[in-house]
């Protein structure tokens, strides 16, 4: 059985059409990433998911429940990391792990967490002392306290340095190993791609694209492009494939084959003793593909 | 693999809720030390001889309205400070995503400020016996308890309205703080007014706050003879409670509302969410 799965998920505030028609499908034990720019609909859709909003139209079934009546038994198998959520700031990490720890009928060890998300020498100090990457460390263990079935990760490293990204990215990495089903939400692309083995991508309410890393929005079938240096005393028309001029004196070759094209190029070049300066072969990277898809049109 | 009770989820929310305010030492100290200052300071500005015209001591008079007011801030104020604070650091949100059901959090939250109310009563009564001779009638003091019960429901209800109506942290203490001071005046719980002006006779018998004092200062005045229930006076406060519970139960919000999320984080909708 799927872990999630929604078909036509609609949702507006008074007028603004918030999310508009998404379909959704992950599989148990899957991360998957709902990617997309602020105000696409990300967190939307997740808070509906989570049972935090109600959905206008849409059916949903989250681990068999409808979260929206899911209620007590349906809250004990989630666990929701909040953007901005916060705790009381008076309470000491090792007590608000164990206040929260205690709603749940499964509760992982306190200290297991503290160790697990590197809070260790911070485990006694009040709340209110940590910073804000510490806070958001603590945010992702009080998300895992009651030992869920399946977590909600909204933007788990918003507002992070690189360092503290890379750090982040090291412990989400040992809950995947966990066989947990993770649903996170992401403006960064790099982030989906690290860590989701599937990743749709959301715009103006509505999935444009879904797909591994790998293949998102036709990147395995697409064009690879080859660019070089014209060599001297040469036109692009005289190229034995089609290019187009670029700046300066680089041309751009944009091929299906890309074997076969260089194959021609390079024949072509050995044959006329001639050097392709800053010859390069890229393939478009998932980054191009998002940008693609949520350019405004 | 067991279920927690949901007995064991309130206290458990009990517990902490009194631990995050003993951590919190304004609240403390508004709520336990100021009430007891102004009892040193009346009697030391009044003396604690017997009051003209009403035969029982400054003391005798003031510790019980004192103790009300030490009550009423432990209840209405903290309730609605702390439950409007809560809701802007997304805590109450936070609540919401977890398995408690959120009723047992607000009771684990209001039990607290009652549990707190006893004892600033209690200490406020005990400083007036200890070091000013108030008595204490064992007689009225079947009517004291039932007068503090119900007064204290009364105002924690009205604490959790102010915290569903206020649109931010920022805007509790201002609002509990406006109507908690000029109402007290007004309910004669610093000094007797004599002969006040009409509108503000009308005023103070209109607020609950003067129906609560009088009737449990009554209980503490060895002039009057029986048990002195005074039933007009708790049933008014039973009405305010119960008004109030339904205004708050229908208003109450579980996220900040935009604008109040620090950070300034998209929100375009406030969602009314049911208490229960």
Known sequence: MAAIEVTGLKKSYDDVVAVDGVDIVIETGEVFALLGPNGAGKTTTVEILEGHRSADGGRISVLGFDPSTGGRAYREQIGIVLQEGAV??????????????????????????????????????????????Q???????????????LLFLDEP???????????AWGILE?????GKTILLTTHYMDEAQHLADRIAVIDHGKIVAEGTPETLGGRADGKSVIRFGLPPGVAAEDLPVDAVMMDGDLVEVSAESATRALHDLTTWAI????????????RPSLEDVYLELTAEP | MRRPSVASLVWQQFRYQNKVFWRTPIAAFFTIVFPLMLLVLFTAIFGNDEIEGLGITTAQYFTPGLAVFAAVSATYTNLAIGTAIAR?????????GTPIPPWAYIAGRVASSVYLAFLAMALMMTAGVVFYGVQIIARTLPAALLTFVVGVS????????????????????????????????ISNIFFPIEDPPRWMEIAGNFFPLKAFAEAFRDA??????????HWPQIGYLALWGVVASLLAIRFFRWEPSSGSMSRGRRRRAEEVSELV
């Open chain 1, 88 to 133: 009381e700031r008076e309470l000491s990490i090792r007590e608000a792990l164990s206040i929260y720890g205690g709603m749940y009928p499964r509760q992982l060890d306190p200290d297991h967490l503290i160790d697990m998300v590197g809070l260790d020498e911070k485990a006694d100090a009040r709340i209110k002392t940590l910073s804000g990457g």
């Open chain 2, 220 to 229: 503490f005045d060895p002039t009057l003879t029986g048990p002195q229930f």
């Open chain 2, 88 to 96: 802007d650091n997304g805590i109450l949100k936070r609540i919401r």
């Open chain 1, 174 to 178: 040992n809950l995947t190993s966990l």
């Open chain 1, 157 to 167: 490293t918003t507002g992070f340095d690189p360092s503290a990204r890379r750090q």
């Open chain 1, 271 to 282: 044959g006329r003793d001639l050097e392709l300066e800053r010859l390069q072969v890229t």
């Open chain 2, 154 to 185: 009364c105002f924690a209800a009205l604490g959790m309205l102010v915290a569903a109506i206020s649109p931010n942290g920022d805007a509790a203490p201002a609002i509990t703080n406006a109507t908690l001071l000029p109402v007290a005046f």
């Open chain 1, 135 to 149: 806070q958001r460390r603590l945010e992702l263990a009080l998300g895992l306290v009651g030992d869920p079935d």
